[in-house]
């Protein structure tokens, strides 16, 4: 079974390595890169860069590269299921980013008001990935393994919506997740990568920033978003999240 990585980045990296070291031997990859090719990865621009012959020979095939890599999001998701072989999984890793900061709880049925242009494109890649019968997986805001966006909110000299409901997913918890499609042929279209519980803001990040001995200034306690983006496929498929609460 082979495996392609369009955008071998952090999560890429981390999903690869949790297929190794899950299943040993049982799987084959194909992993690109936006910059310079190394040992492991072709150099491929998916802007400027016919999509590579080797991804036709791949059973599921994950797309990683971020909005901001491409001229067009959702021209870059038809390029690449346009190259992809009839029988290939695509998996798109979306953002929770496409409901709006109003929409209060959201599962998987829930539709999409995106807010800002980024995540107007974002629903629209969506839609082109979902219209061809493939696959969607929004995370959450990811962190863990060395990715801490504490260290951000750390140099600010307020942070704002202190009561704001979180949704975010451990990096242990978000590479079983992109798994799913692999193992489950009744995986539904879209899943949810989020963990089941929504800290506010300041609880969250100030039991992060501890883990690193970061002091943060004050947090507004202020509410400006309701959104709480729920997992309703992992809550039915009993999955085990190994760090739910951020801990």
Same mark, same amino acid.
């Given at each position: 079974?082979? +495996?392609?990585?369009?955008?071998? !980045? ?11 070291? @899950? ?9 690109t ?25 791949c #059973? ?8 901001? =890599?491409?001229? &067009?999001y ?16 695509? %998996?798109?890793? &979306?953002? @929770? ?6 929409? =209060?709880?959201?599962?998987? &049925? ?8 980024? &995540? %107007?494109?974002?629903?629209? *890649?969506?839609?082109? *990935? ?6 969607? +997986?929004?995370? !959450? ?9 504490? @260290?951000?909110?750390?140099?600010? @000299?307020?942070?704002?919506? !202190? ?6 997913? /451990? ?5 079983? +997740?992109?798994?799913l499609?692999?193992?489950? #042929?009744?995986?539904?279209? +879209? ?6 519980? /929504?800290?506010?803001?300041?609880d ?22 309701s ?8 809550r039915? %498929?009993?999955? =085990?999240?190994?760090?739910?609460? !951020?801990?």
């Open positions: 079974m082979k +495996i392609a990585l369009i955008g071998h !980045g952090w999560l890429g990296h981390l999903f690869k390595r949790y297929l190794m070291d @899950t299943y040993p031997k049982q799987f084959e990859f194909f992993l890169r936006n910059l310079n090719s190394d040992s492991e990865s072709m150099a491929f621009n998916i802007n400027n860069d016919e999509v590579p012959k080797e991804l036709r020979a #059973d599921f095939i994950f797309f990683l590269i971020p909005p901001s =890599k491409c001229d &067009s959702p021209l870059a998701i038809q390029k690449v299921l346009k190259a992809k072989n009839k029988k290939a999984r695509f %998996i798109l890793i &979306s953002s @929770t980013s496409v409901f709006s900061n109003n929409q =209060k709880e959201c599962d998987e &049925s829930t539709p999409p008001q995106p807010e800002s242009q980024r &995540s %107007i494109n974002i629903s629209e *890649a969506e839609r082109v *990935a979902l219209e061809a019968h493939q696959w969607v +997986i929004r995370s !959450g805001g990811q962190y863990g393994a060395n990715r801490h966006p504490v @260290t951000f909110l750390a140099k600010k @000299t307020q942070i704002e919506g !202190g009561l704001n409901p979180v949704n975010m997913i /451990h990096s242990s918890d978000l590479v079983r +997740i992109l798994a499609p692999i193992f489950k #042929d009744d995986c539904p279209q +879209i899943i949810h990568a989020v963990s089941p519980h /929504h800290q506010s803001k300041e969250f990040y100030t039991n992060e920033a501890n883990k690193l001995s970061l002091k943060l200034p004050p947090f507004l306690r202020e509410k400006s978003s959104k709480k983006v729920i997992p309703q496929y992992l039915d %498929i009993d999955f =085990k999240f190994l760090n739910p609460r !951020g801990i």
